[in-house]
């Protein structure tokens, strides 16, 4: 059942509490909860997803931001940023930031996933043993409009029987038949990619988003697919909205520490989980609650006059987040599509084709195809400065050409192309507040602090101006507009520095490593080092960034750990 707040629980002790309703929240509890006999509380600060329309229009979730369903996060200064902060949404809402998205499904490469299990000694993360969870998570769908999809993915590689719908673009944008024609132009340093889901995501394909499809062009998220009615009415199942959790308390046991209560922002009720405790806050609310609760480091903590619980010194350390930003033109267009953003009447016809029958140009949140490129191997930056990436089937670099839109104050059409170092060196960190240590984070993005992030930026703005060389932009574009077209290296890095932001895949603050390794936060098993009964399952607990966007890890992540925690309560 589903509770809106803490005093209408029938009781205070459950088998196992999820603290965060978010993207691997939802899963944990669903899986927890199939096991009749487990008693399973998962608990969201955010109120219900259900009827929040710009939760369900996939181009409407940036109007999440700065409302009620938002953390409301910023950045502290970066030094690699010219000292600018930065917006950092987190979803604060059932399904967390799986219900505001950009709804992009990648899954990075199978080295990413190899890699974890290098570093943990842990071979069930692996690509070839946590693909079973991968595609125990998804259900491919055919897109809403219903168009033919052959050649553009690969079937074998997709699950079409999970929870979580994923499909492909629905909608053609203005620039799709160009983009299309890069890979024949430009074979060498664009080959088409059939999939960019195979493991091998290199070249440029269409993206995936993850949408309900036919009729029914609607988000999908954690909690659309893994908490409707037919799960939340499970009677071992209580979802408690509108709470926010403060700290986990333990006791000890045998001189063990044994976490097995949780305290409530402003009740009294203790709450108690007889078997586990599943942290699922996310990569910035995961360690805060850890380090409010005692656990992180031990000096740092004392600042805080919190006492120590467990010293693991990683808590909050290792913050990876991927920086992006944009090539822009100004270019030719006369399609109608383009000119959205500045047409109300358009935007209101949009909304109408949507709401009639879920198609039209609001199904789907943005560019439609994705290009993934490494640096070549004699590069003097890897050279230089080494590889990061997990292997030779990982991209370095994203880009990601968008449609042409325009502004009220200027003539004609800008477009252009978003670019990310998707195998950033550079790491940050999340630490507490001196004032409020249970507000808003510290959160330190640490951006362009490798040398190896801004040249392979800069390396990326001009493979996109590449791109932009194949003989089929020659009526479109007309000048670069951003950066300068002749800009020398130096003034690219400027430019990067003074106009990236951030793509909000923030991942690493609770990072697994191998059983015996002096750092790290949880084991392989992703039970936390030195202690009982408390488990972390979200973004947190990825020791590298995958070479994609998060969010499919994260649920293969949830669909594995649900697994790992029923076989260790059998
Ligand atoms: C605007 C935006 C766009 C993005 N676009 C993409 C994309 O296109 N593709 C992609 O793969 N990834 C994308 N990401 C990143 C991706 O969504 C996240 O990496 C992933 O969803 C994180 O999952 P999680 O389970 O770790 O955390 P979350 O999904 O954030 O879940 C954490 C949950 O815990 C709750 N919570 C936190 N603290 C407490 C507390 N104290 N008490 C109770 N509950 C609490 C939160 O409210 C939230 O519901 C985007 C993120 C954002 C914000």
Redesign the pocket.
Known sequence: GIFQNIGQLTTTTYDFIV???????SVVANRLSENEKFQVLL????PTNEDVLNAMVPSF??RL?QTIFD?NYTTVPGIGLNNRTLAY??????????S???????RGSMDDYNRWAEVTGDDGWEWKNIFPYILKNEKWTPPSDKHDTRGEFNPSVHGLNGLMFTSLPASPQTIDDMVLQVPSQLPDQFPFLLDMNSGRPLGLGKST?SIIPIGNGTRSS?ATAYLSKMFTSRPNLHVLLN????RILSSKKDSVVVFNSIEI?GDMTKLVAEKEIIL????I??P??LMNSGVGDRDSLAKFNIPSVLHLPSVGQNLTDQPITTVLYSVNSNNPLDNIDTNSTLQAMALAQWEFNRTGSLVD??PNFIAWSRLPANSSIIKEFGDPSAGQNTPHLELAPFSAFSEPSQPGHTGGMAIAVVTPKSRGSVTLNGTDTFGKPIIDLGYFTEEFDILAMVEAIKLSQEFYKAPVWKNYIISQVAPAANATDTELEQYIRSTSVT?????GTAAMSAPNADYGVVNPDLRIKGASGLRIV???IMPFINS?????P?YAI?ERASDLIKSSWM
């Open positions: 603290i965060g309703g978010g993207t691997a929240g608990i969201e600060a955010g979730s940036v931001e953390w949404p987190r979803g604060r809402i059932l399904g967390g930031c799986s505001h998205n950009a709804m992009f499904y990648t988003p954690s709470t926010k959790v403060k922002d699922s806050a996310g990569p609310n995961t805060q609650i949140p943005g793509t909000l895949h923030g991942v979200d973004a947190s994609g966007h998060p969010q499919a994260v949830a």
